[in-house]
């Protein structure tokens, strides 16, 4: 069965430095999304990603982040500099089309800022 | 008017037993009505989902009921096993974006 994959697992990083989550949506998936989760909270939406641009962004995603798709696969969430607060488990999550509203999430990175 | 509330935050129930867990949201916007069961580490798998122009929607052991004039819906788990035991997200979205409850972490007892 096709599923979303997400690298690394498990991301450590220091306060003020570059991370990059990487994500392989399945792939006829149309839709992208990134949400987060911060340790025992709700998951919450930061960006969606449709025809190669952000069709809807959160107010947690400010201008520390970006998205991208680099090729016909990868789908990419950078946080430019990395606040304590950002320590979380970011899910990458795909859909089919629009009609379709199912998304299928990724197994999730967990990142933690020092 | 965005928020999904969920109760209760955490449940306990016997093996065999029926878990109840519900949902209530505000955004009339909302047309679609997942849940989702997460395991500790894992990302959120689609459980069942229901659309507002359906009352009750079962998959085997679990049943959505939908009310959409109290604007609740509620996730009925039945003969409840301890492999049951995860995290319940109820969810709700309107153009595609997924407004999630906080969660009700069941737990059942064998």
Aim: net charge neutral; glycine share 8%.
């Amino acid at each position: 069965e096709p599923e979303v994959t997400q690298t690394p697992s498990h991301q450590v990083t220091q306060m003020g430095q570059e991370v990059i989550l990487r994500c392989v949506p399945i792939s006829n998936h149309l839709y992208f999304y990134w949400y987060r989760q911060i340790l025992g909270q709700k998951v919450e939406f930061l960006v969606s990603f449709y025809n190669n641009e952000i069709s809807e962004k959160s107010e947690i995603f400010d201008d520390q982040f970006s998205v991208e798709r680099p090729d016909g696969s990868n789908f990419t969430l950078k946080i430019r500099s990395t606040k304590l607060e950002d320590s979380a488990m970011y899910f990458c999550a795909s859909r089919e089309r629009g009609g379709v509203e199912t998304q299928y999430f990724g197994p999730g990175t967990r990142l933690l800022v020092l | 008017q965005q928020q999904v509330k969920q109760s209760p935050q955490s449940l306990i129930v016997q093996k065999g037993g029926i878990s109840i867990i519900n949902c209530a949201y505000e955004n009339t916007a909302f047309d679609y009505f997942p849940w989702y069961q997460q395991f500790p580490g894992k990302g959120p798998a689609l459980l069942i989902a229901i659309r507002p122009d359906v009352s009750e929607k079962k998959e085997g052991r679990f049943t959505i009921s939908f009310n959409k004039s109290a604007k609740q819906f509620s996730l009925h788990i039945m003969d409840s096993q301890p492999g049951d035991s995860a995290t319940y997200f109820c969810a709700a979205t309107s153009y595609g974006k997924l407004t999630f409850g906080q969660g009700t972490i069941l737990t059942v007892h064998p």
